[in-house]
C-alpha cells in the first residue's frame, strides 16, 4: 500500500512516524511545501524575541530522520498543485517548477493554514506574519537589522499577544490593535481585561476595536497605518495576527466537501468525503467546536491526537470499519503567556452561549490563592467558570494568575472530557501539599460556588447588572473591614463589617422588606454575610468575585477611551 | 437544634463554618483540646524550617471568628472525655480539671490522629513529633537554642521527608532512618528511587530498611539512637514520623463501630453507626481506599469535602435520606516537595496490586519534558502509569521531577475519579503554549504508550526482568546513537543505533529466531525500532523508561549498602 501525505508538519508528520510504526511494509511519501518538515510553529514568536536562540532549535525531527528512521520519501519545497481521485494520484511542483505526479492508495491532506492579509498589506516592507520559519527569521533579522524602535501589532490572539511580549523582549516600544472590543476571542471580556491591564502596565499601547485600513511605505522607510476609525499611526513594523484561513483550495478543487468557511469536512474517523482520503490538523471541521470557533482552533494538540486516529484507519482493510479510531473533538484548550500573566480557556464562553441563545447559562467568578495563603507567596487565581444553572453542567472555563493558571485548566479540561458537572469540580481531589495548592483548591472553590448557586444556596449578581436594582429599594453593603472599604470601594455602597451583621438586623436596624447586595474582597465573606441574611428571611445577593472583579469590571472606560 | 463537634481543625472547624451558613439557627459548640482552632497542620514542618515565619501564620481562622462571625461557641483547651449516647451528651473537662458536659442532637466527631510514638521514645529530651503547633514551636526553639548539629528524621514519608528538607534549611546534618526499603510508602520503589538520589544529594545520611528500637539520653544532652539492626548513633535531634493512630478511643468508648485498625466506620453520608453521630478527616475509614493505606490518607483535602457532606447532612430532617449528600471516597492523591524534586502518587502501587492478587496489572514509565524541549530549560516529569493491561483502565499514577508533577497528577486524578482509561489519557486535551506543555503532554505519552500495550502493539519489559530473559536466546541491543552509548550503558548491551537496523535486518545480520530486547534513551525509540523488528516478524520488547528507567534500578545496590 502506498500512503501520500500533503503536508510535513504537526498532522502530516505525526501521521508519517505512526503509519511507519504500524506498518513497516507501507510505502510513505510525504509532500512539503517548505524547505523543510516538522518545525515548531508555536515556537515563532520566541524565536523573533531571542527566547529560542538559534533557528536550528525550531526544527523537531529533521527530514534526515524521517528518510532513515522512518523510511518516509520526503520531499520538501515541493507544492500539490492538485489532486486527481480518479487516478489517485497527485500532481506536485517543486522549485525548479519540475512537475511530478505521485500516485497512491490512500491520500492524507493536511496543509494546514494560512495568515489572512489583506490586500493593502501584501509585499509591504516591514510587514510580517508568524507562520512560517522564514517569517521569524525575516521579523528578527528585520528588528536587528533596520533600527526599527517601535512596532504595531494587529491581532489581539495568541500570536500577537505573543507577539507583543516578544518585540517588547526585543526593546521596542510596541502597540497593539485589535478590532474586537477585547483581546483574547477564547474568553469573555471580563477575563479577558486582566490581559489588558498587564499590557498596559508593560507600556503596551492598545487600541481595542479598532482595525487597520490600510498601510503604506513612507520615504523614510516606515510604515503609515490608517485605522479604520480614521486615524493614522506612523511605525517600524507590523506584525499581522488577524488569524488564519484554511489551505483547502486542493482539497476544494477536486471536489471534495469543504464548509462553508473552508474547513475540510471530515467525520470522526477523519475521513473526508471521498473514503480514500483523510484530512486532519487546521484545515478540516472538529466536531464539537462550533464552527465559529473553528478559526481559533489551529492548536497541534488535537492535531497530535487526530494524527494518531488517521495512522491507524489508514490501515484498516475493508469491512473493517467496526475497528476505526475516533476522534473525540476538542474542547478547545488555549492558553497563552502574555508578559507575567497566563492567560487560558476551556470550553464555550459566555458570550458564545448568549449569542447562541443557549438557556439557563451562568457564571462565577473566583480569586483563590494558588496555594495556602501562609506558604511563601501566594498568587492569586481568577477562575471564571460557565455552567448550566439547573443541570450544572460544566459549559467551559477561563482562568488568568501568574501561576497555576495551566494546572488548573487541565484539571478542568480533564473533568469536561469526561462530562463534567460543577459537583465533579468541588470532588476533585487536588494534590495538596503547602508548595502547590490548598485543601481546596481553586478548581475546588470554583466547584463549592457554582454548587451553591445550583442548589440555590445563593443568588450572585455581577458587577455589570448593579445598575439594574431599583436604588430605592435596594441596600447596597460592603462587608468588609472599615480599613479595607477606606482602601477602595464600589460607589454606592455603604460599609457595614460583617461581624456586625447580626447586631444590626436584632437590633432592627436593617429594614427586611429592602433587598441587599452584598460585596467583600473576593466574594468570600460575602456569601457568609448573605447567608447570615437570608436565615433572618432577608433577600441577600452576593457580588461575583467581590471588590476585586469590581476593580477589574471598572477598568472599562480606561480600555475604551485608549481605543 | 444543637449540634456538638469534637475538634476544631480540619474537619471540625469545616462542618462548624459550613453549618453556620447552611443554617443560621442551629446552635453549634465546638470542643478543642488544644488552646486554639483551625490551625494550619500541613504547615508545622515549614514553621520548624523557618519558611513560614510567625507561629501566628498557622492560625488560618481564629476562635474570635468563630464566635463572632459564625457564632460558634468554641471552647478550646478543652478535652472530651467520654460521650453518653443515651443522654446524647460529651463529658468535657478543660485545663482546670473542671468537668462540664454538653447536650447536642447531633454529635461531630473530628478528633484527628495522633502520632505514634514508642514507649523509649517518650518524655526524651530532643525527642519530637510534628502534629501540634507546640511540637513545631518546641522543635524551632530546640533547633535555635540547643546548638544541636544534627538531626535523625525516622519515617520516610511526607512529614518525615518535609522534616529532612527543613531541618536541612536549619543547617542540620540529617540522617533518615525507614523501616522499609523505600521512602514514601504510597509509590513503588521504582519510583521512590528519585527520592533517595536526591536525598543523597543534598547529603542527606539514608538508612533504608532500618528501624529504631530504642532512645537514650546521654550525658552530654544528645542521644544515643539504636537501629533495630543492632548499630547505633549518637544525634542531637531526633523528628519521629512514623505515621499516626486515629485518635478514636472517645467513639470506641460509647460502643461506635470501630475498625480493626481503630478507624471509626462511617458510610458514605459521614454517619457512624449511631444515626446522630458522624465522624470525618483523619479518624474515619474511607470508602474506595484499600484499608491498609488509611494510615496515609490523613489529609486535609478529602477532611474539607467530608465537612460539606456533614455540614449539608446534619440538616436533613427525618425521611429526608434520600436527599443525603454523598462523600465519594478517595483516590489518596497526595504529593511531597522533597528539596528539588515533587514527589506524588494518585491511585493504587503497583506493590499493593500485586500483594492483593489482582490479576493483569502492568505499568509503564514515561520520561517526557515537562514543556516542549526547544523552549528554555525542559525538565524531565518522570510519570508511572499502572494500569489494566486487557481493559486499560487506570489503577494508579506516580509523578516524579522538578515541575509540572503537581500537574500531570492532578489531571490523572480528575481523569480517574471520573473513570479512567489509558486510552482518556492518549484524549486528554492540554493547555499548550510553549512555556506550558508540548502537543503530547506526559499525561498524553503515558496514555499514548500504554494504549499501544494494551492494543498489543508493544510488549515492554522492565529493569527487574532482563535477567529473565536466557542470555543463549536474547540480543539486548541498545539503540541509541555511538555517542550515548559510549557515554553509559546497560551491562549486556550491545550498540546498534536504529537508523542501521533495517539494514542488519536486510542484510541478514540479525538472527531471525531470537528474541530481541531494546533499550534507548527513555524508551520512545526503542518503540519504534522494535515496531521495525516486528514488521519483519522478528519477536521484540522494549525496555520501559529506558536507560533514564535503568540508572535508577541500578542504584538499588548502593541505597541497600547504605542502610
Sequence with gaps: MKVVIIGGTTGGAGVAARLRRLGEKVQIAMIERNPYVSYAGCGLPYYAGGIVKNKDDLFVVDKAVFDKRFRVRVSTATRAVSIDRKEKCVYVKNLLLQADKVYYDKLVIATGATPIVPPFAKDKKGVFTLRTVEDAVGL????????????????????????????????????????????????DEDMAKYLHMELESKGVTLKLGVGVSDIAETADGKLNVTLDNGSTLSTGLVVLAI??????????????????????????????????????????????????????????????????????????NEGEESKAKHFKGSLGVSIVRCFNLTAGSVGKTERFLAREGVKDVTSITVHTPHHVSWFETALPVHLKLVFNKVTGEVLGAQAVGQVSVDK???????????????????????????????????????????????????????????????????????????????????????NLPMEKIREEITCERLDPDKTYVLTCQVGVRGYTAACILRGYGIKAYNLNGGYVSYQVYSRKLKCERDA
Design 408 to 494: 488548573n485548566l487541565e484539571v478542568i479540561s480533564a473533568l469536561m472530557q469526561k462530562g463534567a458537572t460543577v459537583y465533579d469540580l468541588a470532588d476533585f481531589e487536588s494534590a495538596y501539599a503547602p508548595p502547590f495548592s490548598a485543601p481546596r483548591s481553586p478548581v475546588n472553590m470554583a466547584g463549592c460556588v457554582a454548587a451553591n448557586v445550583v442548589d440555590g444556596l445563593i443568588e450572585t449578581v455581577n458587577c455589570a447588572d448593579l445598575e439594574k436594582f431599583d436604588k430605592d429599594k435596594t441596600v447596597f453593603l460592603d462587608i468588609r473591614e472599615k480599613e479595607e472599604f477606606e482602601a477602595g470601594s464600589i460607589p454606592g455602597f455603604i
Design 140 to 187: 528578527r533579522e528585520y528588528i536587528e537589522k533596520s533600527g526599527v524602535t517601535d512596532a504595531l501589532v494587529v491581532g489581539g490572539g495568541f500570536i500577537g499577544l505573543e507577539a507583543c511580549e516578544n518585540l517588547w523582549r526585543q526593546g521596542l516600544k510596541v502597540t497593539l490593535a485589535e478590532k474586537a472590543p477585547q483581546v483574547m476571542a477564547v474568553m
Design 243 to 316: 488569524g488564519v484561513r484554511p489551505e483547502s483550495t486542493l482539497a476544494a478543487d477536486c471536489g471534495l466537501e469543504v464548509s462553508e468557511r473552508g474547513f475540510i469536512v471530515v467525520d470522526d474517523t477523519m475521513r473526508t468525503s471521498d473514503p480514500d482520503i483523510f484530512a486532519l490538523g487546521d484545515v478540516v471541521t472538529v466536531k464539537g467546536v462550533p464552527e465559529d470557533r473553528l478559526g481559533t482552533l489551529a492548536l497541534a494538540g488535537p492535531a497530535a491526537k487526530q494524527a494518531r486516529v488517521v495512522s491507524s484507519n489508514l490501515l484498516l
